[in-house]
């Protein structure tokens, strides 16, 4: 079964840095497009960034662009996201989903359990 | 960018009763390809979302006959049949046509 676990969440500073990591098995992760959504406590989603299955295309929130960097690891089954310059608008539970094949409309059909980001001094 | 904008945003509703959400884009959700990336996800509490229809009225495997998806271009509904105690949660539409993707505010389900 299709199974997406994230990590490398906790407390920061403001201007501070740090990398998510979500592990996926369950599928061919390397023939998939992947993404990143967040939702701040007591908020709705907020979709964050995408990269293509070969990684060859990466998308952003305006809210992040020029901060955080989406990066695929194929060989691995891994996703990350390095986020730099983290501000307190940045706290909340980052979730990976899984794209859908091309025209099935099928994307977000997977979600992680989600991994906390706290930014705070 | 696409706004997606959900009415209402609360939706107190009798067990057995059916509900309905209504979700309208900015902009026309067709895309080049000629499909409309219209999708309906549900958040039980404590949960990540779980995706429920696709491409406007496509259920999802395993989510129960009981939710379905119409409409067409900019204006979009997910009704649910008979509400369950199970179906308690917040409900996102989004848009998948273009990027940056985008979600509706949600619409929080919850029994009378």
């Known amino acids: 079964q299709v199974q997406l676990v994230e990590s490398g969440g906790g407390v920061v500073q403001p201007g501070g840095s740090l990398r998510l990591s979500c592990a996926a098995s369950?599928?061919?992760?390397?023939?998939?497009?992947m993404h990143w959504v967040r939702q701040a406590p007591g908020k709705g989603l907020e979709w964050v960034a995408f990269?293509?299955?070969?990684?060859?295309?990466?998308y952003y929130a305006d809210s992040v662009k020029g901060r955080f960097t989406i990066s695929r690891d194929n060989s691995k089954n891994t996703l990350y996201l390095q986020m730099n310059s983290l501000r307190a608008e940045d706290t909340a539970v980052y979730y990976c989903?899984?794209?859908?094949?091309?025209?099935?409309?099928?994307?977000?059909?997977?979600w992680g359990q989600g991994t906390l980001v706290t930014v705070s001094s | 960018d696409i706004v997606m904008t959900q009415t209402p945003l609360s939706s107190p509703v009798t067990l057995g009763q059916p509900a309905s959400i209504s979700c309208r884009s900015s902009?026309?959700?067709?895309?080049?390809?000629?499909?409309?990336?219209l999708s309906w996800l549900q958040q039980r509490p404590g949960q990540p979302p779980r995706l429920l229809i696709y491409?406007?009225?496509n259920r999802f495997s395993g989510v129960p006959d009981r939710f379905s998806g119409s409409g067409a271009g900019t204006d979009f509904t997910l009704k649910i049949s008979r509400v369950e105690a199970e179906d308690v949660g917040v409900y996102y539409c989004?848009?998948?046509?273009?990027?940056?993707?985008?979600f509706g505010q949600g619409t929080k389900l919850e029994i009378k």
């Open positions: 989903a899984k794209g859908g094949a091309p025209q099935a409309g099928t994307g977000f059909d997977y």
């Open positions: 369950g599928f061919t992760f390397s023939s998939y497009g």
């Open positions: 990269i293509r299955y070969d990684g060859s295309n990466k």
């Open positions: 902009q026309s959700l067709v895309h080049s390809d000629g499909n409309t990336y």
């Open positions: 491409k406007i009225s």
């Open positions: 989004m848009q998948a046509t273009q990027f940056p993707r985008s």
